[in-house]
T-cell receptor, first 113, second 113 residues
C-alpha cells in the first residue's frame, strides 16, 4: 500500500510569508504527527492529531498550527515565516491510538529566504 | 520530558566490521524505544522497536538492539556492516502514550570499502 505522502517536496518562501504543507497518511491510519528536522536542533515534535483532534503539541510558537481532516489527511501551516523556520518537515502516521512505531513520509524541505 | 543521548555523532567503520551505535535516555519510567534510519533526502524508516518482552530485538537486515533498563540504554549493533548501511541513525523514546517521540541527535554511520 502507498506510504505517507507529503507535498510539496521542496518549497522556497520569503520571510514574512505563510506556508501550508500537506500530508496524506497511509490508508487506515488515523494518527498523524509532525516533526521539524534541522541540523542544529535535530528532530523536534510539533503536534499530533488523532481523529481530527490535536492530542499533543510541542514547544513551538503559535505561528505553527495544524489540522486534520475527516479523511485523516493533515496540513500544517506556518505564518510570518522566519529564516529559522528553514527545515525538513516530516509527517508520520500510525493506525490507532495505541499502535506504536510511526511510518514517516519523505518530508517537505522548506527554505525561507 | 525525555532526553535522548546518542553519544557518537559520526561513526566510520570498515565494511564487514562490527559496529555499535550508542543510545541512552533519561527516564526510568515505562518507555518504548525505537531506532530509525534515514537515507539522504528521505524520511525516517523504522529499523526496530522495543515495547515489552525480550530485551533483545532484531531487524530483518541484521541489526539488533538490547534494552538495558538499569543503564537506561538501547544500543544498536550489527556484527558485519555493508556499504548500504551508510546512513543516519536515530534513537527515539516515547512514554506510555506512544504518541510523542523524543529523538536523539543522530549518528552518521559511514561504511568504508
Amino acid at each position: 500500500k502507498a506510504g505517507v505522502t507529503q507535498t510539496p517536496r521542496y518549497l522556497i518562501k520569503t520571510r514574512g510569508q505563510q506556508v501550508t504543507l500537506s500530508c496524506s497518511p497511509i490508508s487506515g491510519h488515523r494518527s498523524v504527527s509532525w516533526y521539524q528536522q534541522t541540523p542544529g536542533q535535530g528532530l523536534q515534535f510539533l503536534f499530533e492529531y488523532f481523529s481530527e483532534t490535536q492530542r499533543n503539541k510541542g514547544n513551538f510558537p503559535g505561528r505553527f498550527s495544524g489540522r486534520q481532516f475527516s479523511n485523516s489527511r493533515s496540513e500544517m501551516n506556518v505564518s510570518t515565516l522566519e529564516l529559522g523556520d528553514s527545515a525538513l518537515y516530516l509527517c508520520a502516521s500510525k493506525q490507532g491510538a495505541q499502535d506504536y512505531g510511526y511510518t514517516f513520509g519523505s518530508g517537505t524541505r522548506l527554505t525561507v529566504v | 520530558a525525555q532526553s535522548v543521548t546518542q553519544l557518537d555523532s559520526q561513526v566510520p567503520v570498515f565494511e564487514e566490521a562490527p559496529v555499535e551505535l550508542r543510545c541512552n535516555y533519561s527516564s526510568s519510567v515505562s518507555v518504548y524505544l525505537f531506532w530509525y534510519v534515514q537515507y539522504p533526502n528521505q524520511g525516517l524508516q523504522l529499523l526496530l522497536k522495543y515495547l515489552s518482552g525480550s530485551t533483545l530485538v532484531e531487524s530483518i537486515n541484521g541489526f539488533e538492539a538490547e534494552f538495558n533498563k538499569s543503564q537506561t540504554s538501547f544500543h544498536l549493533r550489527k556484527p558485519s556492516v555493508h556499504i548500504s548501511d551508510t546512513a543516519e541513525y536515530f534513537c527515539a523514546v516515547s512514554e506510555n502514550t506512544g504518541n510523542q517521540f523524543y529523538f536523539g541527535t543522530g549518528t552518521s554511520l559511514t561504511v568504508i570499502p
